[in-house]
């Protein structure tokens, strides 16, 4: 076990990019996005000294409460291979010794039915939180939906949509909806609709600062700007990132206007095929509230893809400073309710 140093980083990225659990959030470039954390990264190594295991690390001052460190979908490794993720764990506490941590918080892109797994992390110290109520009380969304498109054509992954998911696609075409791929310049076109979408929704967005700075960190080979236009006129886009052997909706905006094209269909379809051009083994569609039914409309747009809807672990965490941490938590719980109060007024 080592904490990654400057002459790693080109092996590191390698290693991430060649593994099957690679994720973005766990990348060099990410880290750099969230440049109002600081970020390390702990390495597990065979006896040779390669890499065989990884874990990004964010970690921030909270005021008052001291250091909170995160991890969003790590680690990326054998996850069944106790001493693997031993040694990520010791990497762990090395970091939170160094920073002054009060607790690791980790989200894993691991599916909650992994019983192995849960015992693995059990043994290693980790307490397992997986009764959330809702998005509030979570960073990663724990439910999402997630298609399989390895070694599959275009064809064969659009005829395993819903019937009226491939209506509506055509429709967006017929109508006259087209899509192209946008330039850093968009990303202020994206924004605009991007206010209305959160104004109608009730989410607070992220500044147009941020998206140019995924931009510039990510670059062309990890992300694109994709806008719907319909009459001339932007009326939707999307954000993928693409990151190893998968690529995901990361970020959405559409217009009140226009909305019966079908844009965001069409949308939707075009990233797909950008991810089966690439030659990815999945496209991931990111989150629904974990209400597995059709009575939810985000649930049921993205269920029409042919996607499996996948429930993660949840977080797991050590408290390094149980007493800070409790006192912590009780602070964020009061925030949420006043934050909630705010909004209803």
Not at 58 to 63: A, E, F, G, N, S
């Amino acid at each position: 076990m080592r904490i990654l140093e400057e002459k790693d980083k080109e092996a590191y990225t390698k290693f991430l990019e060649g593994h099957k659990r690679c994720n973005f959030q766990q990348s060099l470039e990410w880290g750099k996005v969230k440049s109002f954390w600081t970020n390390e990264v702990v390495l597990a190594e065979d006896k040779e000294g390669n890499i065989i295991g990884s874990i990004s690390v964010l970690i921030r001052k909270i005021p008052i409460f001291g250091n909170l460190m995160y991890s969003s979908r790590g680690p990326v490794c054998d996850i069944h291979n106790v001493e693997v993720l031993k040694q990520l764990t010791d990497g762990i506490k090395v970091l939170a010794k160094k920073y002054k941590a009060m607790v690791i918080k980790i989200e894993p892109d691991i599916k909650s039915d992994d019983k192995e797994f849960r015992k693995l992390a059990e043994s290693l110290g980790y307490k397992i939180k997986d009764d959330f109520k809702d998005f509030s009380e979570e960073i990663q969304p724990r439910y999402v939906f997630r298609l399989d498109i390895k070694d599959k054509t275009e064809d064969e992954v659009f005829n395993g949509f819903h019937s009226k998911t491939r209506y509506n696609i055509r429709l967006a075409g017929r109508k006259g909806v087209t899509v192209k791929e946008g330039t850093k310049e968009d990303l202020k076109d994206f924004h605009k609709i991007m206010i209305e979408t959160g104004a109608r929704d009730g989410f607070i967005i992220r500044p147009l600062e941020y998206f140019e700075k995924m931009y510039d960190e990510l670059g062309e080979n990890h992300m694109k700007v994709l806008m719907a236009y319909y009459e001339g006129k932007p009326i939707s886009g999307v954000i993928p990132i693409m990151y190893g052997n998968k690529t995901w909706y990361l970020y959405g905006a559409s217009s009140n206007q226009y909305r019966n094209v079908m844009p965001n269909y069409l949308l939707y379809w075009e990233m797909i095929k950008m991810s089966i051009a690439r030659g990815d083994d999945m496209f991931d569609l990111r989150g629904v509230p974990g209400i597995a039914d059709n009575s939810n409309g985000l649930y049921r747009f993205k269920k029409g893809f042919g996607a499996e809807y996948t429930e993660f672990i949840g977080e797991l965490f050590i408290p390094f400073k149980p007493l800070t941490y409790k006192m912590y938590k009780i602070s964020e719980k009061i925030f949420r309710k006043i934050r909630f109060l705010i909004k209803m007024k």
